[in-house]
Structures are given as structure tokens and as C-alpha cells.
């Protein structure tokens, strides 16, 4: 039961360092010209994209344990672990790549 405590409370740091770090760089980049407009739509986009990982969260801990359970009991920690990584490298790859292409400026300048 440790074992798991431990894995969310990673799970949750990782997912809190992938959402905060980038919107704190993203938010310095655009104080040049700041409207009302600006600030809802960094809202919203903000609040989509915290909602749409932890329903990523939610269906990787749901697939998880269906992969789990159609395994043999002896090999339970291993598919948690592998899945467990999947959303590790996942949350990295976007935190690196993803979300410069979310919200990064483009050539037509949006």
C-alpha cells in the first residue's frame, strides 16, 4: 500500500511540474500587450488543458488496471510499473514538446 502511495504522490508532482513550468514561462512571454481578451483566452486555454490531463490521468489509471487484470497475478507489478512509466515519459515528452506546439506563436503570428 506504501508502494502505491508513493507512485501517486510522483504522479502528481510530475503532472504539477508538466502544467506549471510551461504556463509560467508562457505567461512571461506575453506581457507585452495584455487585454481582457488576452487574459480569458490564456485562461480558458489554461483551465482545457489541466481538464484534458486529468482525464489523461484518469484513462491511463482505468487502462492500467484492465491490462492488469487480464495478466497473471505475478506479473501485476511489472504491466503497473510499465504503465506507470508510459505516463511518466509521456508527461515529460510533452512538457518538452507537446506544449510548444499547443500554444507556441506560429509564422502567421498566432
Known amino acids: ?9 510522483l504522479t502528481i508532482l510530475g503532472f504539477t511540474l508538466g502544467i506549471v513550468i510551461p504556463s509560467v514561462s508562457f505567461a512571461g512571454a ?11 483566452t490564456i485562461a480558458i ?16 489509471a ?8 487480464m495478466s497473471r497475478s505475478k506479473n501485476a507489478v511489472n504491466v503497473m510499473m510499465k504503465n506507470y512509466m508510459d505516463l511518466c515519459v509521456g508527461t ?6 507537446g506544449y510548444g ?7 502567421t503570428g498566432g
Open 45 to 60: 486555454n489554461s483551465v482545457w488543458v489541466v481538464l484534458a490531463g486529468a482525464l489523461v490521468f484518469l484513462m491511463q
Open 92 to 97: 515529460v515528452l510533452f512538457w518538452l514538446v
Open 62 to 69: 482505468g487502462f492500467a488496471m484492465l491490462e492488469t487484470g
Open 101 to 107: 506546439l499547443m500554444f507556441g506563436s506560429n509564422a
Open 30 to 40: 506575453v506581457t507585452n500587450q495584455i487585454t481582457n481578451e488576452t487574459v480569458s
Open 1 to 9: 500500500m506504501q508502494r502505491i502511495t508513493c507512485l501517486t504522490a
